[in-house]
């Protein structure tokens, strides 16, 4: 069997609030409009009331919240009617845990090191705090564990029909270990007697005595676990002794306001196998590994064959039965060995499907300016976070950035700060603040190796820490992926790029400690024969400290610096360099050629799940690049208007001028066109209240300030308060009113380009019409399918009377769909066909992009795109159109093209002669063309 590349892709979010029933009733619209994959969230069964899917609990179900197996069934048989395919989410990094609906982790609190899930887990159990020594840190609770034991919250309950003890602690189930079950038996039989009670007592005493082999574990746990079906036996047949159980329990539940009750339930809290704890103690004594800061969110070790193997047994059944055509990966920064993880994925994948070429991969990649994805990973691309930067950056007008940088400058009281310094303190913030726990256990690593060598052995702990604190902070990309095989050159480069920034710090007087940091990093110093022992030592250090840098890169950058750093918000996207301001049109053609040359079966993405506002309210604001002076003039006059809407607190205004104007720049991206603003409070006052602890500046989620946040709040309110006719209402209405014509021909024109590009477009679900979203959860709302399905079925043919109704989003519909098709018609003019750059020549030649697509079929594609059209506009039209606004502009065409075209959006036939095309004539009826022959 041949691999499958899909032609489009339409990107699902799946809740209990949409079902696979809810996308079978979708399809027909999504098959109407185009669409070959469905490009689906996680299904597999997960935390309750899950959003998102990606808290996985167990990975051998279907979420039963979804419809399970027979609503996935209907899914495919549905898909399967209309041609087309299934792409599935797959997250190998973590598990949810916590609650008690994971009974892998479940099993390793009630077992500790002797369950065979143990290894499942990145848990280290012999840290370097002594009474941490074979029990994991569940940092779950709201108080102090001694506020929260007196209190009464931690309750012992004995289950009759499992036989088994449980401490719940509100919704978490914390099962006791086997071994400590004498304890409360003990307890009963000081309140009565039972013979059987007595002899089991007994028994559960003898499991304390630890095996010394796997073999011997394994059989103490059998052992337990045939002694508590004995107990659950005799609750359930013996009154009495289920009574004497039930008193035990009491007598452990102390009573609140009496200290010395609690005794029993401490003691025995004790001798579990995990140590209840305060959820602030985990920043700094963690000892499993998370994603990123989240507790609940346990890391896998899915490098190990058997943890491999148990968490995508049924995702390969499924594509062994032929639903399932590709696969993302989600998150392949967080695995400890990326490129092996993907080859094994690949192999087995191959094997399911019965397919003698490469399975449909992508892998969730977020890559540098200057970073390529990995030659030997066995993917297709990434899921094009990498083109949606690209994308927006040739609509970003370059003589905005110096105007715009002085608003922001003066906004910042005279002093704007280096992008990258941002970044630094950002990502200093969150090592410190949020994983504190795993640099240390980095540097303590680090110490152990360097203490085998009396070269190297000097270096301290405390030094080791700050070196590596400082590396970390300067890295430049998510990850390096240095192995057993070596270092790569890029690899080098990297952490070459991070020291020497590091060093410039001056964080630590000996700075040759960052000469032997480099050489743990690269693997260098093991690889001297004196040191070749090391070698699996410092691989897996190595290796550890890559699976670190993502997390703070993530956290530091995307969710600090993008919202502490604002100049201009559509930048900072996932993925993105809000310190480059946009990008040449030369340059956007030569990432695509790179991306035909390499990857041309990759994704192509516009919006995303994660993505910081939507396609098209992030293509209103780069409008503003072009707007600047006008923008400038606008901001002042606004912070005048509404300063009786601030507070004072401290004797700084609240909002803080940075916070106003990320404010007003949301504003711009998500003013409805239609002018209905229901619901517009609640949306802004939601994403502010995020990017303002996200900031961690003025408030945070961990220390929130609730006067600022109140603050805040208030000024959304009184400022949108649309009930009357405010000055600033009236005069931001007629400045979006301005905008908002640039902001669409952006939105558009990506959509054009993303269609034509190398790569498989997506489409994120709803933003086939205008995508106005900002972070999530605003960008999960619920879609209106029916509306869709009515526009498409009503589409005018006339294509003037799409532009005279744009703000209906029925013209975006239209050009999503006229693309689709056409690439469906003619998938290898889009999969291998050739990419010619097109180069205007002219008055207006700057603001066209322009590309020709060929294939060995002799089909034949151009695509027209202006940008920076405010500049284009005449008195009677924001539109640029025909020959008024074109004039003499040409596009020479490539050899051998042909000289009559039809414009797809349009109908219209389009002649070229002499081998030029007149940009007059392509965009004559609507602002963009796409030809065809």
């Known amino acids: ?47 309750a009331g899950s959003m998102h899917g990606y808290d996985i609990t167990d990975h051998n179900a279907l979420n039963p919240e979804l419809g399970g197996a027979d609503g996935y069934a209907r899914l495919i048989e549905a898909l399967r009617a209309h041609g ?43 840290p370097a705090k002594a009474e941490l020594k074979d029990k994991v840190l569940l940092p779950v609770l709201g108080d102090h564990y001694g506020a929260v034991l007196e209190q009464g919250q931690l309750k012992l309950a004995f289950d009759a029909a499992k036989g088994a003890f449980n401490v719940w ?30 002899d089991l007592t007994g028994s559960f005493r003898e499991l304390r005595r630890r095996g010394r082999t796997r073999r011997a574990e394994a059989l103490r746990r059998a052992r337990g676990t045939a002694l508590k079906d004995r107990l659950a036996a005799l609750a359930s047949t013996t009154p009495e002794a289920a009574n004497l159980l039930d008193r035990a329990v009491d007598r452990f539940n102390g009573t609140p306001g009496k200290a ?17 704890a305060f959820w602030r103690v985990a920043s700094d004594e963690i000892n499993y590994r998370r994603f990123f800061q989240i507790n609940d969110l346990a890391g896998l070790r899915v490098e190990e064959p058997e943890v491999f193997d148990a968490t995508h047994a049924l995702t390969l059944d499924l594509v062994a039965e032929g639903t399932v055509t590709g696969l993302r990966i989600d998150h392949i920064d967080g695995l400890f060995a990326p490129r092996h993880y993907l080859h094994r994925l690949q192999h087995k994948a191959c094997a399911a499907a019965g397919q003698d070429t490469p399975f449909y991969l992508l892998v969730e990649k977020i890559l540098g300016p200057h970073e390529f994805l990995r030659d030997g990973w066995p993917v297709a691309g990434t899921t094009g976070y990498d083109f949606m930067i690209e994308v927006n950056g040739v609509f970003i007008d370059p003589a905005g950035e110096k105007p715009l940088t002085r608003l922001y400058r003066r906004l910042l009281g005279g002093v704007l700060p280096d992008f990258e310094d941002v970044v630094y303190e950002g990502k200093r913030q969150v090592m ?5 726990a795993e640099l240390r256990v980095l540097a303590n690593g680090m110490e152990r190796v360097l203490e085998q060598d009396w070269y190297s052995r000097d270096f301290t702990t405390g030094n080791l820490h700050i070196a590596l604190r ?4 300067c890295f430049p990309v998510y990850r390096t992926y240095v192995n057993r095989d070596g270092t790569a050159p890029e690899d080098v480069r990297d952490i070459d790029w991070a020291l020497a920034r590091a060093r410039r710090t001056r964080a630590i007087a000996d700075q040759s400690i960052y000469t032997v940091v480099r050489s743990l990093l690269t693997s260098d110093y093991a690889r001297v024969k004196e040191r070749r022992r090391l070698l699996p030592e410092v691989i897996r250090l190595g290796r550890k400290f890559q699976q670190y840098t993502g997390p703070v890169m993530a956290k530091g950058v995307e969710d600090t610096a993008f919202y502490r750093y604002n100049r201009l918000v559509s930048l900072n996207e996932v993925g993105g360099h809000p310190s480059t301001f946009g990008q040449s049109v030369s340059a956007f053609h030569r990432q695509n050629q790179e991306r035909l040359r390499h990857h041309p079966a990759g994704m192509l993405a516009t919006a995303t799940h994660d993505h910081k506002r939507g396609e098209d309210a992030r293509a209103r604001i780069t409008a503003l690049s072009e707007l600047a002076a006008e923008w400038d003039k606008r901001v002042r006059r606004w912070m005048t208007l509404n300063r009786r809407a601030r507070r004072i607190i401290d004797d700084a205004p609240a909002p803080h001028p940075n916070d106003e104007y990320l404010f007003y720049q949301a504003l711009v991206g998500v003013w409805p066109l239609d002018g209905g603003t229901e619901g517009l409070v609640e949306r802004l006052t939601g994403f502010m209240m995020k990017a303002l602890r996200e900031a961690k500046l003025r408030t945070s989620w961990t220390t929130p300030d609730e006067q600022y946040e109140q603050a805040v709040e208030q000024f959304v309110s009184r400022v949108l308060d649309t009930q009357r006719a405010t000055p600033f209402l009236t005069d931001f209405t007629a400045f979006h009113a301005m905008v908002a014509p640039a902001g669409m021909l952006n939105g558009l024109g990506q959509v054009v ?38 526009l498409l079925d009503s ?9 005279a109704d744009w703000t209906s989003g029925a013209i975006k519909l239209h050009i999503v769909r006229a693309l689709l098709h056409h690439r469906r018609a003619c998938p290898d003019l889009f999969t291998t066909g050739a990419y010619v750059p097109l180069e205007a020549e002219g008055r207006r030649a700057d603001h066209l992009i322009a590309l020709a697509r060929s294939d060995e079929a002799g089909n034949w594609l151009i695509a027209c795109v202006p940008r920076l059209t405010v500049r284009l506009r005449t008195e009677d039209s924001p539109w640029p159109l025909g020959e008024t606004v074109w004039g003499k502009t040409r596009i020479p065409l490539p050899d051998g093209a042909p000289t009559h075209w039809r414009n797809l959006l349009t109908g219209e036939e389009v002649t070229a002669e002499d081998g030029v095309l007149m940009a007059a004539d392509a965009l004559r009826t609507l602002p963009l063309a796409v030809l065809v022959a």
Request: aromatic share 10%.
């Open 169 to 198: 602690y509100w919704d978490h189930r914390f099962p006791v270990a086997p071994s400590a079950y004498a304890a409360i038996l003990a307890q009963a039989l000081e309140v009565g007697s039972s013979p059987d009670l007595e």
């Open 260 to 276: 010395t009750t609690f005794r029993p339930l401490h003691r025995l809290l004790e001798d579990q196998n995990y140590r209840l």
């Open 84 to 126: 087309m395919g299934i792409i599935l989410d797959v997250v190998p990094n973590h598990m949810g845990i916590g609650q008690a609906d994971n009974d892998w982790w479940l099993d390793v609190l009630e077992w500790g090191e002797a369950s065979p899930f143990a290894t499942f887990f990145d848990i280290d159990w012999s």
């Open 1 to 47: 069997m041949a691999r499958r590349i899909p032609a489009a892709t339409y990107r699902l979010q799946f809740h209990a609030g949409f079902t696979f029933d809810d996308a079978v009733a979708a399809l027909p619209t999504l098959a109407a409009l185009g669409v070959s994959d469905v490009y689906a969230s996680p299904i597999l069964k997960a935390r």
């Open 795 to 803: 589409l005018p043919e006339n294509a003037a009377d799409l532009l």
């Open 432 to 436: 410190a603040q949020e994983l504190a």
């Open 470 to 473: 400082e590396v970390v902070a």
């Open 753 to 790: 380009l993303k269609h034509v590009s190398p790569g498989v477009p997506d489409t994120y679900q709803g933003t086939e019409l205008w995508d106005d979203s900002l972070v999530d959860p605003d960008n999960r709302r619920p879609v209106d399918y029916a509306r869709r399905k009515a």
